[in-house]
């Protein structure tokens, strides 16, 4: 099994930057493809970045290419989002989560999920 938990949310003027960590143990981190999904309240969860095995590959939300990146540290079984010029649409609360096959942008298909950390952008 694997056991994620992010870190890094918090409060930020919109257009200002913050980075996303999710730190994974438990079963080989690098077997898994791995992905960043955000759910604002009353909507349903969303995809917003996605990374492969390696990290050879990403994928990225249109509302945010160009502005994140995603990259992994497969010696420190860890994924971080870099999130910058961030706009009050990006409030939500984020949540990291791996996928054994591969990046996909259905929730449902991924095996394992943090908690979340919140971000607030404010105008």
């Known amino acids: 099994q694997v056991q994620l938990v992010e870190s890094g949310g918090g409060l930020v003027q919109a257009g200002g930057s913050l980075k996303l960590s999710c730190a994974a143990s438990?079963?080989?981190?690098?077997?898994?493809?791995m992905g960043w999904f955000r759910q604002a309240p009353g909507k349903e969860r969303e995809f917003v970045a996605g990374?492969?095995?390696?990290?050879?590959?990403?994928y990225y939300a249109d509302s945010v290419k160009g502005r994140f990146t995603i990259s992994r540290d497969n010696t420190k079984n860890t994924v971080f989002l870099q999130m910058n010029s961030l706009k009050p649409e990006d409030t939500a609360v984020y949540y990291c989560?791996?996928?054994?096959?591969?990046?996909?942008?259905?929730?449902?298909?991924?095996?394992?999920w943090g908690q979340g950390t919140q971000v607030t952008v404010s105008s």
């Open positions: 990374i492969t095995r390696s990290g050879g590959s990403t």
């Open positions: 438990g079963r080989t981190f690098s077997n898994y493809a």
């Open positions: 989560a791996a996928n054994a096959l591969f990046v996909s942008r259905t929730p449902g298909e991924y095996d394992y």
